[in-house]
């Protein structure tokens, strides 16, 4: 491990990508309270905390609204329903200024806890409260920890159905709780058991026949910033197309909340390096060009995508 990330650091010590290329970075942001991160799944967290991490998420994605209209960034808002029912105000505003609201579900429940059915009530739920406070179609969903995989392929057909025209829920990489590494690392049409929706997955890097997530999150606060530069510049040169998606979450820059009690393990990497996220951000934010994921997906729209198909057990890569 130590190795490799020496070996990472060193390609990214590499300069930045050059100019102008087709590359498109989507920047998106899950909106959730703090406590439903996945380190914290079977904590039992005290309602205290809970509602001091509720107070937070408004004022934390506030100060994201004011760093991206400093900027002239739109970005995706994946939103959970729930929130957005408490927290209307905060909903119109992302809208308002000109970000896209999007589905990250309602109550932040992973996919594998539900049924077709259910899972169908679940996002139908958090589309109509979403669409009901913005007045705009919800076109888009991301699943509370990148949950759409082999196991829980047939919430492609339920996401296919219910009309949106986009996924970004596959993360191509191996993890202990998510992921398809065979899966494309750029857009593909994602299939279920009976429809295909366009995926766009969260960015990777690929060295020595892995691929790396570089995507966001805790990657974003623990690695080398310069990596993330390196996974865009490899998709500029090698995506097809070049499209990669960066995802990030409120309290990720909100170094003044109270912290969940995590065994040391989880809570340093909860927690490493999240005094200087807001840099990083920053950071980041100057070097490339940003977009809504439904801007992406829309200029997609009739462009030739392999398909991939995730209810297949190994190597579902079909060329049509
Ligand atoms: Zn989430």
Redesign the pocket.
Known sequence: MVTELARLERVADLPPPAGASALQVVLSF?V?EHW?IEAAADLAVAPDLRAHHAERVEPATRWLLDLLAGLDIRATFFVLGELARDRPQLVRAIHAAGHEVAS?GWD?RRVHHFDPASFREEVRRSKDTLEQLTGAPVVGYRA??FSVMRRTAWALDVLAELGLAYDSSIYPVHHDRYGVPEAPRWPFRARGGRHAILELPPATGRLLGVNVPLGGGGYFRLLPLGLIDWALRQTAQEGRPPVAVLYF?PWEFDPKQRRLPLPWLRRWRTYAGIGRAQGRLRTLLGRHRFSRAADVAQGLTDAALPTFDLAVAAGGLAPR
Do not use: V
Request: aromatic residues 0%; glycine residues 0%.
């Open positions: 899950d959730e439903h990250h932040h509370p920890t979450h």
